[in-house]
């Protein structure tokens, strides 16, 4: 059964940095790319970030470009989002979300229950 | 960036209804148009992927068309457990863009 599972999420101040993680298993890493999808409270889902199986290729949302950085471990099956500068309007739920689609046809075809961060002081 | 304009916003409809949900691309993207579902506290859910593929083990009332900027998702016979929103989202080109929801509720 796949299963992500997100963790390291909480209160931040602004200005503060944060970093997420998401385990993956249930599947071959490996061989998937997978991203990071936002949703502020009560709003819509937003992408954030993207990188493939082997992180030859990493693609961000032009909010968080320059603060954020995505990154995966193969070994340790994990994801990761490095965030920092945090800002208040990046208080969301974050999900991670595997790719069955890859560069350029993305398919988000299972995600994790998400986790909170709040930015606020 | 690639605008997706998903309409109505919000919709009221009964069990056994069919409901149909429109998403329009600002250009086009190619069928790279995918459909989700979400309920209240629970992560989305993937139910259609490149415009008309039904993704495993999402019910056969759920179908999806379109091509060029437009595409459509219609459930057959909505059912208590449809009642969610539903988001549209091109992965033609980044950034990946998501609808604003459609939310499907009871009459």
Redesign the interface.
Known sequence: EVQLVESGGGLVQPGGSLRLSCAASGFTFNSFGM?W?RQAPGK????VS?ISSSADTI?Y??SVQGRFTIFRDNGRNSLYLQMNRLRAEDTALY?CARD??GV??????Y????ILVTVSS | ?IQMTQSPSSLSASVGDRVTITCRASQTING?L?W?Q?KPGR????LI??ASNL?SGVPSRFSGSGSGTDFTLTINSLQPEDFATY?C?Q???????????TKVEIK
């Open positions: 991203n999808v819509g889902l937003e992408w993207f693609y949302a032009d999900y069955a689609g350029g046809a993305s398919i988000f075809d995600w994790g229950q998400g | 960036d790279y995918n989700y979400q992560a989305p859910k993937l992927f490149y993704q988001y989202q992965t033609y080109t980044t950034p990946l863009t998501f609808g604003g929801g």
